[in-house]
């Protein structure tokens, strides 16, 4: 049997618009990627919220290693989730220089658990310095990640 072209490209058409809707081919938007965000950066400050926090007046540096042990793998995974939000066009770069201002954080959350479990005062100074210039929380609002900034946020716990 054979098919008449119009048929062929009427059914070649139809199987693309099956496989790409089957496989996701909906286009992530900037207002997709503010509730995802939204959504990961609410569950890690919710997660941070249940995580035993250091005794009342507890400023030792080795409450705050303790402390920061309990948090860094739900810090982590915030990193890890934000970095792998979609990238769409609108506001493309401000988003992606919020991920690496969120990934430099990370980054800084470790050299300050390593300084605090070494007892090392200057260098926990330095990484909580570094970590109140980090520019993530100004990013967020920015583009428009209201759960990720601020002191709602988890960019820089409180």
Do not use: W
Request: proline share 6%.
């Amino acid at each position: 049997m054979i098919i008449p072209v119009r048929f062929q490209t009427a059914l070649a058409a139809a199987l693309a618009a099956l496989v790409v809707t089957a496989c996701g081919g909906h286009t992530a938007t900037k207002q997709d990627v503010i509730a995802r965000g939204n959504a990961i950066c609410a569950g890690a400050q919710r997660d941070l919220l249940a995580a035993p926090s250091p005794a009342a007046g507890e400023t030792s540096l080795p409450g705050l290693a303790e402390y920061l042990g309990a948090i860094m793998p739900i810090l982590r995974r915030e990193v890890s989730n934000l970095r792998a939000l979609p990238r769409p066009p609108a506001d493309r770069a401000l988003l992606n220089r919020y991920i690496s201002a969120v990934a430099s954080l990370g980054v800084i959350y470790g050299e300050l658990a390593a300084a605090a479990r070494r007892g090392d005062q200057d260098a926990v100074n330095l990484a909580l310095a570094q970590l109140a210039a980090n520019p993530a929380s100004s990013l967020a609002a920015r583009y428009g990640l209201n759960q990720c900034a601020g002191a709602a946020g988890t960019a820089v716990p409180r």
